[in-house]
């Protein structure tokens, strides 16, 4: 796939995974399950309310890594790269009034009454921040590359940062980006299996999370979202491996249309949220 494409990709799946979180795949599902009871089919309505709506939310884990590699080739290739980090910081500031309202309108669809102070910041300043660690390793490793040694610990604050900001994605996210960034001239084998423990080291809170629940009731649940997360994100690493290296048709028009469609599909999905009744 172009970059074009890859843009186009990870934006369907972010769009369906924040659509079913305004329209619920159990609600969705609700009346064929109600269905297959009725018939005696407890197997198949069982499955099509628990472990189904499991299994398709993978497609909104692929989203991010996708986003994450096209960072990292918008670094590459940017004529600007403060002009281009302005961009996404400026997005990023227009687009958390719609993601706070949208996050508020997820709460509720379940009968919640959520506070906007609790809300994270949107993924976007994730992407800043990764971008402003990429321009931190080349000045480093152009003023001396035995600096480069010191790029690991840049990441692991601007991490530590993004976790204490309670950036989206902010406990993992930046480091994917840097391993991007760092194999990018790797094979595609090398870089399948160095995204194993790249993904794994990004999702760190959930292995703990699965850790610290050994023996309790929440060790099923843990693991199989951990699982699951885990899985999606390194699936959608796997995807940016079909970047062919050309750009497609993203032109300046392409590019404002991005911008814009963020915070606007936020927008959209929040108001009718609101105006959704509960469904729990």
Not at 51 to 73: E, V
Request: glycine share 8%; proline share 5%; hydrophobic share 50%.
């Amino acid at each position: 796939m172009n970059y074009r494409q890859l843009k186009i990709f990870a934006v369907v799946c972010m769009v369906f995974d924040h659509v079913v979180r305004i329209f619920p795949l159990y609600y969705i599902f609700g009346p064929l399950a109600d269905f297959f009871w009725s018939c005696g089919w407890n197997g198949p309505a069982d499955w099509l309310l628990n472990d189904l709506p499991s299994y398709l939310m993978l497609i909104g884990r692929l989203a991010a890594p996708i986003f994450l590699y096209c960072i990292t080739l918008g670094f590459l290739h940017t004529s600007n790269v403060w002009r281009y980090l302005r961009r996404i910081f400026v997005t990023a500031l227009i687009a958390q009034i719609p993601y706070t309202l949208f996050d508020l309108a997820e709460q509720h669809i379940y009968g919640l009454e959520g506070d906007w102070r609790e809300t994270g910041l949107n993924i976007l300043f994730t992407l800043a921040l990764g971008l402003i660690v990429l321009v931190v390793h080349e000045k480093l490793k152009r003023r001396n590359p035995k600096l480069v040694l010191l790029s690991p610990i840049v990441v692991a604050a601007a991490s530590w940062l993004g976790y204490q900001l309670n950036f989206e994605g902010g406990k993992g996210y930046i480091i994917l980006i840097f391993v991007y960034y760092v194999s990018r001239n790797c094979p595609r084998w090398q870089k399948t299996l160095l995204f194993i423990p790249a993904v794994m080291v990004s999702r760190y809170g959930l292995i703990l999370w699965v850790l610290e629940s050994v023996g309790t009731e929440m060790f099923s649940g843990a693991l199989i979202n951990c699982l699951l997360n885990t899985a999606g994100n390194y699936f959608g690493m796997l995807v940016t491996l079909s970047y062919n290296g050309e750009k497609g048709r993203a032109g300046k028009g392409f590019q404002y249309f991005m911008y814009s469609f963020y915070p606007a599909h936020f927008a959209i999905l929040a108001l009718i949220g609101f105006l959704w009744p509960p469904v729990f």
